[in-house]
């Protein structure tokens, strides 16, 4: 669209933002999208990968200094997750004009809270979030997993869109195979990973711990 003019992510035309970011001088304007698109493509990437590792290290106890690391950071570790995967979100929809589908929506109400949500526990230190977030991840999960079916298989996503863009679009493919659907599942399983993954002996500890305090 012309940035002169407006443009069309979800916040509509002539938005205050294309004044502010997505001018002609707007810092993120500067920036290439396909550049974006393909890091944003590796950041997944890099959490799913990570996401496998830590699962599988947590069950083997390898390098298990590694996994208690990576648990004691968890919540903070999943938000981040969140965050990017939101700024990500709203970077491709308002500055790349990449208009969301029905199904990319939903993907958004159940990752958007999580941002929110697992800030508050970070700060709070509650590991009982995970319970809380179970079910925006879950839902998640399903909604990013159909929808990247159907991105290569576009029969199967007959009626999935009726109103707005067409689910079966792919507005880019990076490295052969991410695309916006394939990043939101990266994110949905990584966080989840995160939250409900713990070392070997981490529930024995825990209790342990508890009991000194009640003593």
């Not at 590792?53 to 996994?67: P, Q």
């Not at 981040?80 to 790349?96: N, P, R």
């Not at 792919?170 to 949905?188: D, I």
């Not at 409900?196 to 209790?207: C, H, I, L, M, Y």
Request: aromatic share 10%.
């Amino acid at each position: 669209a012309d940035t002169t003019t407006g443009t069309f992510g979800t916040l509509g035309t002539f938005s205050s933002k294309d004044y502010i970011i997505a001018g002609r001088r707007g810092i993120l304007r500067k920036m290439d999208v396909r550049t974006i698109e393909l890091f944003t493509s590796l950041l997944a990437v890099v959490a799913l990968i990570g996401a496998i590792a830590h699962l599988v290290a947590a069950r083997t106890g390898v390098v298990s200094a590694v996994v208690t690391s990576v648990h004691e950071m968890s919540l903070w570790l999943s938000w981040a997750v969140a965050a990017v995967a939101t700024i990500g979100s709203l970077y491709f929809s308002e500055i790349a004009d990449y208009v969301p589908c029905r199904l990319c929506w939903f993907q958004r109400i159940c990752m958007y809270p999580l941002a929110g949500i697992l800030l508050v526990a970070a700060l709070r230190r509650d590991r009982n979030v995970r319970w809380y977030a179970l079910p925006l991840l879950v839902a998640g999960i399903a909604v990013s997993t159909y929808h990247y079916v159907i991105e290569w298989r576009p029969a199967w996503g007959d009626g999935a869109c009726s109103v707005g863009p067409s689910c079966t679009d792919v507005w880019f493919r990076r490295m052969g195979f991410m695309t916006l659907a394939g990043m939101a599942l990266c994110g949905f399983v990584a966080i989840l990973t995160l939250l409900f993954v713990r070392p070997r002996g981490a529930s024995e500890r825990n209790a342990v711990s508890m009991l000194k305090r009640t003593s």
